[in-house]
């Protein structure tokens, strides 16, 4: 059986490497996720800016390792002063370890996506997170 | 290898980001392996190279570029042994992790072309697993959450409050919008000219007269700041000397050790792109030619590890590189001897005219030079390179003590401050860097001799080449040369006659059609106030011309 096709959205990535910013703007104009709208973060400081600033995002790609604020700790903020709770915010890791995975999801990451990471990965994670708000929406 | 991947699109976007990370690295384990042979086996940055290393994996295994990954890979198992044990700091550790991330880097540069990845790293893993040991337990830490703070960023963007990283190709887009601004301001220039000959100082003139002057400050101002946009540390090209030089050294059997000095100084993008070979000329030729082997060092009392400077500073509105070795010195004998078998003009008793022939075209690719004279191979083109960036070279030397050449390159290739002149009504605009005077002719005082044309200034006596013929105007000769412009590049000077001195003026660098003008004595064109194009003289090429009538 296939997967389940994600649909286009609004979505915030934040990462401190342009070559992966190159990367999701890749993914996010081809395919089934051509159209949506993608903002771009440098840093977790930024990234918070445009978290507060867009209630409409569907999911935010989140890079655990990042100065100006990395991942943990937008978290945590963001868990700290009750921001969009509504919002899903995936953990981006390379190796990271079950303690590293469990202190994210203490903080409030809904999922992890691991690099290196190819387009589908990114296609499936989006479609399964979709379907876990299909309900609601 | 094939680049059959979801992001082979974006190969040039890895090679960016990468290549600065893996010369980081390489830099960094070539100064451990220095540390340890020196009884310092502290291996407290090994944690931060190892995460830079795992970052690399990461975006090689992404791009599909399988043998990048390997080799980042078995190094990275190697660093984290490193970390874990003491023990294993050892010098076959220390050189396995020099070459490996030499080759990593120079595997990075190469990744645009499949073909150069397919050799090497198998190779090298394989030697650095068995190093490692049969009992290879896996030695792979977790990662420190907090590592990209304490990374040292080589390029400009996202390391401090507030930079963000902007496509340079914006700040290109910019500089163009500029260079029109700056036409449409010259064309203003003219038209207020012309009202103020014809209606004299009335008060809307004096309005008028502030509102230009008012422009004329404010776009000095927007250029100084357009062009602080395009500046980035040299330490970019300057860093990825040091495995170079060791490399080259250890294959010539030399102690060479690289002094890099003012690597925070900044060049405009442009001219750091292009600076690279030049560079590795010169310093080759440090370390082949200039520096002598160690017992011959030893010999002449010197230590037995030679010394190579790079070094850049800013002076005014340009950059000064110097490259300098304390090996033998120029040999003024041989090199005469030479230019004679050449057959050319060899100038009378002046030293530095005389090491100068050495950037003459085809002196130093001939072979006795390289390997007798103590120049070698490129010489000419690095001085070639250099003039293309509308700069200049120099050379120095004393025998027995060493040779130093200098560089001298504008901040910036985008806008030159320029004479205009004008020759057969044609203008072009001449680098006011290349000019030493103007100078009225006077009656007579233009002799031929040889049937070159030859005038006294200051005391010597220069070429002074007709700007007509030279430009392909000559045949049409149609006003008389009023004036004769001093050129120089290094030791030389040259003459060019003229027509009229029209002014000076800031010209935007447009890229030159190669079907205009003859590509040695012109290096662009631009677009003077009155919206004519005028080409922009190379002067240092016109300078360097062995025959010009």
Known sequence: ?137 | MDHDNAFGDLIQDYIAESLPLAETVSDAFLALERRWRDGDTDAADVAGLKGTLHTLKGNSAMMGLTPIQLVAHVLEDLAARILADPVARTEAAAALLVEGSGLLADLVQAAADPAALAGGAEEYAGRVRAHLGAANEPVSQPLRLERRDTERRVDAGADATGTIRVDFRRLDAMLEIFGEAMIERSALLEVYRGLTARYGNGPEIADLDRAVSALGATMKRLESALMQTRLLPIATVFGRFGRAVRGLAQEERKRVRLLIEGDDTRLDKTILDRLGEPLVHLLSNAIVHGVEPEAERVRAGKPPEATVLLRAATLADQVQITVADDGRGLDADRIVAKAKALGLEVPSADREAIYALIFVPGFSTAEQISTVAGRGVGLDAAAAAIHALGGGIEVASETGRGTSFTLTLPLTLAIVRSLIVEVDRERYAVPLSHVAETVRLEPGSLHEINSRGVAMWRGSAIHVADGGQLLGTGATRTAPRNYYVVLFAGPRRRGLLVDRLVGHQDVVVKGLDPTLGRPDVVSGATILGDGRVACILDAAGIVALREVA
């Not at chain 1, 009750?82 to 079950?98: C, K, N, Q, R």
């Not at chain 1, 999801?105 to 990114?122: E, H, I, M, N, S």
């Not at chain 1, 379907?131 to 609601?136: K, Q, V, Y």
């Open chain 1, 1 to 137: 059986m296939g997967h389940a096709t994600p649909r286009p959205g609004t979505f915030l990535v934040v990462d401190d490497s342009a070559l992966h910013h190159q990367m999701y703007r890749l993914i996010f104009s081809r395919g089934p996720l051509a159209g949506s709208t993608v903002y771009h973060a440098m840093n977790g400081r930024e990234g918070y800016a445009l978290l507060a600033a867009h209630p409409e995002l569907t999911v935010v790609l989140l890079d655990l390792n990042m100065p100006e604020m990395n991942g943990l700790e937008l978290l945590s903020r963001r868990q700290a002063e009750g921001l969009h709770p509504h919002i899903p915010i995936v953990l981006v890791t390379t190796e990271s370890t079950p303690e590293d995975e469990a202190r994210g999801r203490g903080a409030g990451a809904w999922d992890y996506l691991r690099k290196p990471f190819q387009p589908t990965d990114v296609e499936r994670l989006i479609a399964r997170l979709q379907a876990d708000r299909a309900p609601a929406a």
